[in-house]
């Protein structure tokens, strides 16, 4: 079987087309400008393939994948009907979806139900599913892949906030808990490395990218996560705040007259790291400003990690212990500096770090803990792709 699997954005689409009996990548590619321009960029072959395409609407972009895919240098099949099946990521599945699903008209409805809690992440996914409805025969069964589904374990006293219970029956505000198939994917895979079963296991996973959240694994299921009822809340990231004192909200809003649609643009695009540095949400680009003595740089650094340790902390206590840390996502996986100051001064916890090993074995799968550290810390780089693409086969072999 060969998988196709989509992560949507209003602009944008990457893909990967995963043969499944080996788990190979077979080809990968995104296209971008979508409606403002067009441009596919598609690795297949050894070969980097980028064309300059008109895309008006996700439809054409997806009829330039499937070119990609069956003709040319970077072609990999020869008709579009060896693709199997389609998974896609869907950003928000609210409490109905606890587990991927096939994708009927019922499911797009809910998806586009659920809009209205995750307005930047679902209109363009349900527009992007119903374009690629359009370019492949009907026979090709597609599967959405929640991000929120894996965070459904946690029970009431994690997901509540502490307003009015009327407005959660009304409106469904609760925490929903975001990027649940990479914590669940890395949570698993240490499991599957350790030889042991997950449900021995108390883990915190830090998923740590432009978005970024921790969440608390205990025996394979999440019973905490940093992000809420939208992906914003927890730890401080590229543009998005984390977690604030609501009231900064109110006051903030009446004191610069703000429409809450511009105060809205302010917490998720313009505050996180870049907002408190001033001139980059991109980790790199911040330490290289730190490191140039900018200190609001610095800053935003600081309150990275400090944040990050305070999540392992809490959520060390929220299960009664703590066997491992994993460290995933652009930044989990690939900055020395971020979970080399995360896990300073841990040893009192159970936590160190071999330095050597840290530096060494970065953007790897490796252990990185210190000879006697009583927590394994560990990088394990995230493959939600694959795991899709996993949900996916396993869904559609059912039918
Ligand atoms: P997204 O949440 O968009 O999927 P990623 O997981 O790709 O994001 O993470 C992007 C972040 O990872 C950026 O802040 C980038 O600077 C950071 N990153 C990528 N490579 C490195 C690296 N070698 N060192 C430090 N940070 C890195």
């Given at each position: ?14 893909y ?7 788990e190979?990548v077979l080809?990968?590619g ?5 409606s403002?321009g067009?441009?596919?960029?598609h ?6 393939i ?8 996700h ?8 070119d ?9 099949i020869?008709?579009?009907?060896e693709i ?5 990521r869907?950003v928000q599945?609210g409490?109905?979806?606890s ?10 409805k809910?998806?586009?139900d ?9 209109p ?5 599913i ?18 929120t ?20 029956e009304?409106y469904?505000i ?8 990479s ?6 895979r ?7 079963d ?8 830090c ?15 999440s019973v ?14 590229g543009?998005?705040?984390?977690d604030v004192?609501?009231t900064v909200?109110t006051?903030?809003?009446?004191k ?7 105060m809205s643009e302010?917490?998720?695009k ?14 790199r ?5 730190a ?11 600081e309150?990275q ?5 305070k ?12 066997d ?7 930044i989990?996986e ?13 040893e009192f916890f159970?936590?160190?770090i071999d330095?050597?090993k840290?530096k ?5 799968e ?10 394994q810390v560990?990088?394990i ?5 694959l ?13």
């Amino acid at each position: 079987m060969k998988v196709l699997v989509i992560n949507a954005g209003s602009s944008s689409l990457k893909y990967q087309f995963i043969d499944m009996e080996t788990e190979a990548v077979l080809a990968k590619g995104l296209c971008e400008r979508i409606s403002i321009g067009g441009c596919i960029t598609h690795k297949a072959n050894g070969k980097v393939i980028v064309k300059e395409i008109d895309f008006p609407t996700h439809k054409e972009a997806f009829k330039a994948v499937v070119d990609c895919l069956t003709t040319g240098e970077g072609a990999v099949i020869s008709d579009a009907k060896e693709i199997s099946a389609i998974g896609h990521r869907v950003v928000q599945g609210g409490e109905v979806y606890s587990q991927s699903t096939l994708i009927t008209d019922d499911v797009l409805k809910a998806a586009i139900d659920y809009s209205e809690i995750a307005p930047l992440h679902n209109p363009p996914i349900v527009t992007a599913i119903k374009a690629c409805q359009e370019v492949f025969s009907k026979d090709v069964p597609m599967v959405a892949v929640f991000d929120t589904s894996f965070h459904q374990t946690m029970p009431e006293k994690a997901y509540m906030y502490g307003i009015p219970y009327e407005y959660y029956e009304k409106y469904h505000i609760r925490k929903y808990g975001y990027h649940g198939t990479s914590h669940k994917y890395v949570s698993e895979r240490l499991a599957e490395i350790l030889g042991k079963d997950i449900k021995d296991l108390k883990i915190v996973t830090c998923h740590l990218g432009n978005g970024s959240s921790i969440t608390a694994v205990d025996g394979g299921k999440s019973v905490d996560t940093s992000l809420g009822f939208t992906p914003i809340g927890g730890v401080v990231m590229g543009t998005r705040t984390g977690d604030v004192d609501p009231t900064v909200i109110t006051y903030l809003g009446e004191k610069e007259n703000l429409t809450p649609a511009q105060m809205s643009e302010i917490l998720n695009k313009k505050s996180g790291y870049l907002g408190i540095s001033g001139v980059t949400s991109d980790d790199r680009d911040l330490r290289a400003a730190a490191e140039a003595g900018n200190h609001r740089a610095a800053l935003a650094g600081e309150m990275q990690r400090y944040g990050i340790k305070k999540f392992i902390g809490a959520y060390a206590a929220a299960m009664g212990g703590l066997d491992a840390v994993i460290f995933t996502g652009g930044i989990g996986e690939n900055s020395v500096e971020c979970r080399s100051g995360v896990c300073k001064d841990m040893e009192f916890f159970g936590i160190k770090i071999d330095e050597q090993k840290n530096k060494e074995l970065t953007g790897t799968e490796a252990n990185i803990s210190a000879e006697g550290s009583k927590v394994q810390v560990w990088i394990i780089p995230t493959n939600e792709e694959l795991a899709i693409a996993r949900d996916t086969k396993r869904i559609v072999e059912a039918l």
